[in-house]
């Protein structure tokens, strides 16, 4: 076993207290501590087994730097306290156990989540950039950037269910907005608001940023002065594409089924790229890592 089960209770115990935030956003840490657990994954490539949350690359410049991570900085700010009082383990376990217990405190499905990622990185383990997925494209996109991974049509579209968590900021990515009105509650109202709403397109003009325009509608009843919902040209693609919509039409309708699904592919994508040895321990390159358990 590489933790304890008591002490990995304890910085479970530790995350669930900091994500209630009334400074922070909409009052919660924890979509962006969500998204920090998807992109130390999301950039895995099966074909080559390089990238994956395992190394925790996002310490460094090479892959925190990227554009597409901009705004995790945040995150992990957040769970340096926890990592300075907690010191066994490590961030690439850290980073994802953040996630699936932020999912599981907003009301979201269990998620399983095994621990022994180590921190070993060097520049031979750390991704290119270009890896993770661009909010501005379509359904091909999605197909090229999921399919590397290792997903499949109906898990690109259960993954997609995580943007009914958070926000998209103006000074991240260029697109700005919640998916939901109620952005810190985990549900199928993402499907939802995607199959129902009068979706319009709105100009952003960041072309610098890579987000010329978004869609925003309002919900019945919003004023015109309240924040629009909004999707990203890769959210509405789902509805747009023939074998991605029956799942956006089955998950809108049944939310049990949508959890179920969700919590198996989102452990999924935590586990990418972590081979471990027989005592738990992620390899790097067929060795042990340099990760030292207690
Ligand atoms: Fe996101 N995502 N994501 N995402 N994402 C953003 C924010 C969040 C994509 C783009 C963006 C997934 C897939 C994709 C979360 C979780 C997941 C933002 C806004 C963009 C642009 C960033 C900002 O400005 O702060 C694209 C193109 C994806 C391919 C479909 C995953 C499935 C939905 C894998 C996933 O889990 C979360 C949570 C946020 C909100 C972060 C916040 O700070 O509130």
Known sequence: MVYKPEDVEQVRKDIMAILKNKDYDDGSIGPVLVRLAWHSSGTYCAETKTGGSNGAGMRYEKEGG????????????????????????????????????????????????????????????????????????????????????????????????????????????????????????????????????????????????????????????????DEPLMMLPTDMSLTQDDAFRPWVEKYAEDQELFFKDFAAVFSKLIELGVERDETGIAKHDGKKGDYQAA
């Open 66 to 225: 990227d554009p597409a991570n901009a705004g995790l900085q945040h995150a992990r700010v957040f769970l340096e306290p926890i990592k300075e009082k907690h010191s066994w383990i490590s961030y690439a376990d850290l980073w994802t156990l953040a996630g699936v217990v932020a999912i599981e405190a907003m009301n979201g499905p269990k998620i399983e989540w095994q621990a022994g990622r180590t921190d070993f990185v060097d520049d031979s383990n750390l991704p290119p950039r270009g890896r993770l997925p661009d909010a501005a494209q379509a359904a091909d996109h999605l197909r090229h950037i999921f399919y590397r991974m290792g997903f499949n049509d109906q898990e690109i579209v259960a993954l997609s269910g995580a943007h009914n968590l958070g926000r998209c900021h103006a000074d991240r990515s260029g697109f700005e907005g919640p998916w939901v009105n109620n952005p810190t509650r985990f549900s199928n109202q993402y499907y939802k608001m995607l199959l129902k709403l009068k979706w319009q397109k709105k100009e952003l003009g960041r072309k610098e940023q890579g987000a010329e325009w978004q869609w925003i509608a309002r919900v019945p009843g919003m004023d015109e002065d």
